[in-house]
């Protein structure tokens, strides 16, 4: 399997902390794309970072990338409720046009 | 802008029956990719269109086929149905590909193979 693995798989904190999970992923990249999945909005885009990019923010979210070590992580600053959902790291490679590989996932939860 | 619609949103099928599921992308793209998830396997890519062309496919059996038409609709087809088919299937549409921009992603078709 071409799947990355994301640490941790699951992470319980409470609302206003922040969340960092972690992935490894195994192919030379494009880009890598962290997506959300929860069952009121479904699979939600969050971030892009090209391979040539180290580090990418958007409103609460950090992303970071290490190609050296084929790694990536995503930081979420001052949580809430509304943050519970399973986070995926995903690469976008090669000549993979339409293709994603996803991991298996992150499952956060965030206390109120 | 209207987003990814995918239909039916809910099937039960029965062994050994074909399904078919549609989904329409956002306006303006072309590319239009299908995922797999069950709590096992995850989310697995099943194949992807460009302009009617399926430009990659995953390691998913001939049972597992699809079509792009001119208008960037897709559909995706499953024939001979086993209990293991039951996933929740997903289509996601991009401009060109993921390979430079983000993908959208439908609510899903949940499939249920009895």
């Known amino acids: 399997s071409q799947q990355g693995e994301e640490d941790p798989q699951a992470l319980s904190i409470q609302e206003g902390e922040n969340a960092t999970m972690n992935c490894s992923y195994k192919?030379?990249?494009?880009?890598l794309q962290w997506y959300r999945q929860n069952s009121g909005r479904g699979l939600v885009h969050l971030i892009l970072?090209?391979?040539?990019?180290r580090e990418k923010h958007s409103g609460r979210l950090r992303v970071t990338l290490d190609t050296s070590k084929k790694s990536s992580s995503l930081l979420i600053t001052a949580s809430r409720a509304a943050d519970t959902a399973s986070y995926f790291c995903v690469e976008a490679g090669g000549t993979s046009y339409g293709k994603l590989t996803f991991g298996q996932g992150t499952i956060l939860t965030v206390h109120p | 802008k209207a987003g990814v619609t995918q239909t039916p949103r809910y099937l039960i099928k029965t062994r050994g029956q074909q399904v078919t599921l549609s989904c329409s992308p956002i306006s303006g793209h072309r590319s239009v990719s299908w995922y797999q998830q069950t709590p096992g396997q995850g989310l697995q890519f099943l194949f992807e269109?460009?302009?009617?062309?399926?430009?990659n496919k995953g390691n998913f059996p001939g049972r597992f086929s699809g079509r792009q038409f001119s208008n960037s609709r897709s559909e995706m087809n499953v024939s001979t149905l086993e209990l293991g088919d039951s996933a929740l299937y997903l289509c996601a549409s991009s401009y060109g590909g993921v390979l430079n921009t983000e993908a959208f992603f439908g609510q899903g078709t949940r499939l249920t193979v009895v």
């Open positions: 192919t030379s990249i494009n880009n």
């Open positions: 269109y460009f302009s009617e062309t399926q430009r």
């Open positions: 970072i090209r391979s040539n990019e």
